[in-house]
C-alpha cells in the first residue's frame, strides 16, 4: 500500500550532546542516534551536538536562517544528499554553528531527501539549550 508522506510536526528541538556518535554511514543499527531523542514528546526532536558544535537531528540535516539566507553546520553527522545539493547550488552555504550560535538566526529548518527548507521549520527560541 502506498500513503502520502506528511512531514512530522516538530515544535520544539533540544540539543543533546553526543559527543562519541558516529553516523558517518547509513548504519542499519540506529540505538544510539535514536538515544537521544529518548523521553522527547512527539513534536520534538533532538538537535544533536557533538563537543559543543551543532551537528543534525535524529533524521535530519539542518539549516539555520535568518530571514534573507540559509546555513547549515560544517560538523554534520552524514552528508546527505539534499544537503549536497543545495550546496552545490549555492543555496544554502556551509559554515561554523556552534550551540551558543543558534540565538543568531531566527529558525532551524530540517532537510533531508523529502523536506526542502522551510518545510520543517522551528523558531530558534523553541531550541532547548542544556
Known sequence: S??????????TLTCVEMPGLDYSC???DRTELLAAGAGLACDEEALILRNGMVADTRYSNVVFGDGSSWVTPETFLL???KRAFLLSR?????????????????FCSLINAMLDPGDVVVRTEDIILH
Open 2 to 11: 502506498f500513503e502520502p508522506y506528511r512531514p512530522r510536526q516538530v515544535k
Open 90 to 106: 549555492g543555496d544554502i552555504q556551509e559554515c561554523s554553528v556552534k550551540a551558543e550560535d543558534i540565538g543568531k538566526f531566527r
Open 79 to 81: 552528508p546527505g544528499t
Open 26 to 28: 547509513k548504519w542499519e
